[in-house]
Nanobody, 124 residues
Framework: QLQLVESGGGLVQAGGSLRLSCAAS????????MAWFRRTPGQVREFVAG????????YYADSVKGRFAISRDNAKNTVYLQMHSLNPEDTAVYYC?????????????????WGQGTQVTVSS
């Protein structure tokens, strides 16, 4: 069992940066693939970025590639999403998610644990 708590969301101007954090409580944090998803009103949650348990493998949605970076600190049971060059299309509720295993998956249905979400709003 994992409990996930996101933080770091807020309001930022277009072109700005934000860093989201997700603190996990539970055992064997390294056994989990961690990911960030986001959801805009009326839309389903879409995959943003994912990271293997040891942090060695990352995967990004095309829409954020080159602008966002996912990382983790296993000593702190925390995963991060550094976001640069934000634009209004990045406005969404961002969710941290976890799934046991070693195979990266971009489907929200494959993740077992979710945080409550943190709002990111990018003004033009």
């Amino acid at each position: 069992q994992l409990q996930l708590v996101e933080s770091g969301g807020g309001l930022v101007q277009a072109g700005g940066s934000l860093r989201l954090s997700c603190a996990a409580s539970g055992r064997n944090f390294m056994s989990y693939i961690m990911a960030w998803f986001r959801r805009t009103p009326g839309q389903v949650r879409e995959f943003v970025a994912g990271l293997s348990g040891d942090g060695g493998n990352t995967y990004y949605a095309d829409s954020v590639k080159g602008r966002f970076a996912i990382s983790r600190d296993n000593a702190k049971n925390t995963v991060y999403l550094q976001m640069h060059s934000l634009n209004p299309e990045d406005t969404a509720v961002y969710y941290c998610a976890a799934r046991l295993g070693i195979v990266m998956d971009t489907s929200r249905n494959e993740y077992d644990y979710w945080g409550q979400g943190t709002q990111v709003t990018v003004s033009s």
